[in-house]
Each structure stands twice: as structure tokens, then as C-alpha cells.
């Protein structure tokens, strides 16, 4: 998905659950026109297997909402890896997710014209992306903590529901325009976390984040998002990656295996060691020797004191 925006207020604490009186996400009972119930204001990024636009909703008050339409071909491409598992569709997996750090699904569907899409909250800020690409350090300096700390209690969240990202990348996580509130967007790629789903053979993700286990076409599980998530942390922290390359492609993560990162306190010198650990444990090559679980993560960044 591209870069979008959200109108909403901080919730007290991350990790809430999203506040009453907003509407309860809903499957479109029949097929909707999209041109017809939606008047573009302005059309973003498109993304490998989808369009995205904002829009004002004419059924609903014409409310600011984020329209995702998703490209029939690619996304019967992607599917058609696990025909007879009874794959769930991004809006049937986005509309389970009810979380303050994560884009607020409103409803899903078919268009007339047969292709899937999704209405989603309005995110008024810039993609984490945007941030490290033009190295916004007065926006980020001492805020980056409280950042790693939502952006974890999301992907700790999906974890919870039994649910791998597979697309962990600073592209997928929008930051409120106040820098207060981060939310993780975008499950094109996310998939159950059960054994048909977690085979070896499943070479998708952004290469610059993924996991050896992805790389080397080894079983899975959702530990491949632990180490996308830490590679996330270093790019946010340092404004760079934890190995040097000018390929951004698949090749370039074959080097997530063989060679070690660089030191991030040879980056940022001034980095709290807790969380220098932190996240360079999160990204050890070896799952079995990786931080085991998000919620570990989490009570290891209780022990950090002072924010980058």
C-alpha cells in the first residue's frame, strides 16, 4: 500500500482496543461502484497488488476514508500459492483487527467490476518510510522509544490473533502528523499462522527487511516478522541499514545470513544499550536464537531509560 492519511484522536495508552461509537466494520452486502459512492480527492502510491486513493465516502456523510482496490490478477496470483487452505482475503483478515496501532478496516467487498476492496480510516502523517528516507531528526529525536513501543504493541497484537505480517518495512507504518500515534497498515501478504500457511517456498516480503528463513525458502513461522520489525528499529534509529548495499532486491538479503550488521551503537553512539541489545537480538539470523516472541521484545523495552 502507499502513503495515506488518518483524522482521529491519541488514544490514552497503546495497544487499546479502538474507541466506542465508531463503526462497526462490516462485509458490503452486494457489489459496490466505486466511482459512483467515492469522490477522489487525491490518489497515493499504488502498491505491488493494489490502487490506493482518498476519498470522501457519499454513502457515509462523505467522512474522509482510505479506498484500497486491490488488482484482481495479482492478487489470484498471490492466492493461487495456497489453493485448498481456505486463504482468508486481506479484508477478511484486516476487519478482524481492532487495535489503536492499527489502521481501523471500516468495510470490505467486491466491486462492479469484480475487484476486491477496502475502506479504512483516514491517516493525516507521513509514512515511517518518509521520515528515515529525508532523516527527519527534529521530528523523531526522543520520541523514537514511544514510536518502537506502538509499533510493537501492533505486531504483538496480530501475533495474538494468530496472524504473520510478512510485510514488516518502515513503508507500512504511518505516523500521525503530531508524531504521537504510529499505526502498522497494509496486510496484502498476511497470512495464518498455521502449518499449511508456514511451509518452506514462500519468497514474499520487502528484501531489505526479510528474514534468512524467507531468503532460503525454509519453513516460517512468526518469527520472520521479529526480524523484519528489528531491521524496521535500526533503519528508524540509525537512518540506515544494518548491512551496506546498493541491491535492493532479493539478492541483496542473502547477506542477512552471512554476514554480520554493523554495530548500531557505532551508528548512534549515544544509544541506550538495552535497546541496541533489543533490537539486535530481534534480528539474530538464526530463528532458534532469535528474541522469541513480540511480547518478550516488549518487557525488554521496559528496561530501556533514555530514547533516541
Given at each position: 500500500m ?22 462497526k466494520?462490516?462485509?458490503a ?42 488488482d484482481?490478477?495479482?492478487v ?10 481456505k486463504?482468508?482475503?486481506?479484508g477478511e ?17 467486491s466491486?462492479?467490476?469484480g475487484q ?8 493525516e ?12 531528526e527534529?521530528?523523531l ?20 490473533k494468530e ?10 507504518y ?19 499462522a ?7 517456498g ?11 528463513e ?10 520472520v ?8 528499529c535500526?533503519h528508524?534509529i ?17 547477506q542477512?545470513d ?35 516472541d ?14 533516541p
Open positions: 502507499g502513503i495515506f492519511d488518518s483524522l482521529f484522536k491519541k488514544n490514552a495508552g497503546a495497544g487499546q482496543d479502538k474507541p466506542a461509537g465508531q463503526d466494520p462490516v462485509k452486502s452486494k457489489s459496490v461502484d466505486i466511482e459512483a459512492r467515492f469522490e477522489r480527492i487525491r490518489s497515493a502510491i499504488s502498491g505491488t497488488m493494489s490502487n490506493f486513493f482518498v476519498a470522501k465516502d457519499r454513502y457515509h456523510n462523505n467522512r474522509i476514508v482510505g479506498v484500497k482496490v486491490c484482481s490478477d495479482k489470484h496470483f498471490f492466492e493461487s500459492r495456497f489453493k485448498g487452505l486463504k482468508p482475503s486481506e483478515i484486516a476487519i478482524q483487527l481492532t487495535h489503536s496501532n492499527i489502521v481501523q478496516t471500516y468495510e470490505y467487498g466491486s462492479n467490476r476486491q476492496f477496502i475502506v479504512m480510516e483516514y491517516i502523517g507521513p509514512g515511517l518510510h518518509q521520515l528515515i528516507a529525508e532523516r527527519k527534529d521530528l529525536a526522543g520520541k523514537r522509544l514511544d514510536l518502537i513501543t506502538q509499533m510493537a504493541e501492533a505486531l504483538a497484537y496480530l501475533h495474538r496472524f504473520i505480517h510478512r510485510d514488516v518495512c518502515p513503508r507500512n504511518i505516523v500521525t502528523k503530531d508524531m504521537t500515534r504510529v499505526k502498522l497498515i497494509d496486510f496484502g501478504l498476511t497470512l495464518p498455521t502449518k499449511g500457511f508456514m511451509v518452506p514462500n519468497r514474499t516480503g520487502t528484501p531489505l527487511y526479510m528474514s534468512p524467507i531468503v532460503r525458502r525454509r519453513a516460517t513461522d512468526k518469527r516478522d521479529i526480524f523484519a520489525f528489528a531491521v524496521t535500526y528508524l540509525s537512518f540506515d541499514l544494518p548491512w551496506q548495499m546498493s541491491d535492493t532486491t532479493g539478492r541483496a538479503a542473502l542477512h552471512t554476514s554480520p550488521p554493523r554495530d548500531i551503537a557505532e551508528l548512534v553512539p549515544q544509544i541506550d544499550k538495552v535497546l541496541a541489545n533489543t533490537v539486535l537480538a530481534a534480528m539474530h539470523p538464526n530463528p532458534e536464537m532469535r528474541t522469541p513480540m511480547d518478550t521484545f516488549l518487557r525488554q523495552l521496559r528496561n530501556v531509560k533514555t530514547s
